[in-house]
């Protein structure tokens, strides 16, 4: 069993829905929970991190970490088409902070005008 | 801004055959590392590095080397490449400021080893 599982998807969504992404993790040593996006060709980028639990917004992005139920969450409000990407979900103990992630395998996001 | 600079950014190998993977860094970050990407299993840590002659391996070293021997540069090398190294390989740095520095990535080589 992976330490961080993560749907695949394609989730198909149209322009200005909210999103739902979400990933399930085994370790409860993990501490920092980032979410990184990816576009088709290039390097991942980080969106938003947050340590330990609770929630963090940033503009049209919400991440919510639930340690208790082991569950992390990233919410996109009215989604644009140039929100299509891979969204990977990827965590760490608190002792090596951004160092040795785990990552999810991504899910696909596709958002259609 | 560079930031992290994979080359090159594709490759076709034969078995056995071997070759570096460079990556360079121009944000004098102490912490470097290499991942591959492959379908359906995420990306994995194959070896980091937390300064100047300093390495170690993650999850997946078998079959890779590196050094550390400026803080700029982290190359990796496939001694004897095998199919099963075929994969896309993704550079990152990082300060050591642990609770507030994430990994930046480069764009990442793709490697086919026939």
């Known amino acids: 069993q992976k330490e961080v599982e993560q749907d695949p998807g394609p989730l198909s969504v149209p322009e200005g829905a909210i999103v739902s992404l979400n990933c399930t993790y085994s370790n409860s040593a993990f501490q920092y929970f980032m979410w990184y996006r990816q576009y088709s060709r290039k390097g991942p980028e980080l969106l938003m991190y947050t340590y330990s639990s609770g929630n963090k917004e940033d503009g049209r992005f919400t991440a919510q970490v639930d340690k208790s139920s082991k569950y992390i969450s990233l919410f996109i409000r009215d989604s644009q088409p140039s929100d299509s990407a891979t969204y990977l979900c990827a965590m760490s103990p608190g002792n090596t902070g951004f160092q040795k992630l785990v990552f999810g395998t991504g899910t696909r996001l596709l958002v259609s005008p | ?114």
């Open chain 2, 1 to 114: 801004n560079a930031g992290v600079t994979q080359t090159p950014k594709f490759q076709v190998l034969k078995t056995g055959q071997s070759m570096t993977l460079q990556c360079a860094q121009d944000m004098n970050h102490e912490y470097m590392s290499w991942y591959r990407q492959d379908p359906g299993m995420g990306l994995r840590l194959i070896h980091y590095s937390v300064g100047a002659g300093i390495t170690d391996q993650g999850e997946v070293p078998n079959g890779y080397n590196v050094s550390r021997s400026t803080t700029e540069d982290f190359p990796l090398r496939l001694l004897s490449a095998a199919p099963s190294q075929t994969s896309v390989y993704f550079c990152a740095s990082s300060s050591t400021d642990r609770g507030n520095s994430p990994l930046h990535f480069g764009n990442g080589t793709r490697l086919t080893v026939t």
